[in-house]
């Protein structure tokens, strides 16, 4: 499990993550940009998000505001 915060116009780098397993997560506060592959979704408070992380991905807030996320991976890689 992770609580995770990225302050406003942070992201998990230029290079895209993968490692062996799935991950899921839910946003508590403020608003997420999370690519995976080649499909790219918004997420605000309340939206949720699961994915195979073998495959590229990337978080960026793109929000105004810090956004909190709980997440989970398996397993366990950080």
Do not use: W
Request: with cysteine.
């Amino acid at each position: 499990m992770l609580d995770e915060v990225y302050a406003p116009r942070t992201d998990t780098g230029k290079t895209m993550l993968h490692h062996t397993g799935e991950e899921g997560g839910v946003v508590i506060s403020g608003e997420i940009e999370v690519i995976v592959a080649d499909q790219r979704a918004i997420l605000g408070p309340g939206d949720a998000y699961y994915f195979d992380s073998n495959l590229p991905h990337r978080f960026r807030n793109i929000g105004k505001e810090p956004c909190h996320i709980v997440s989970a991976a398996t397993p366990p890689s950080f």
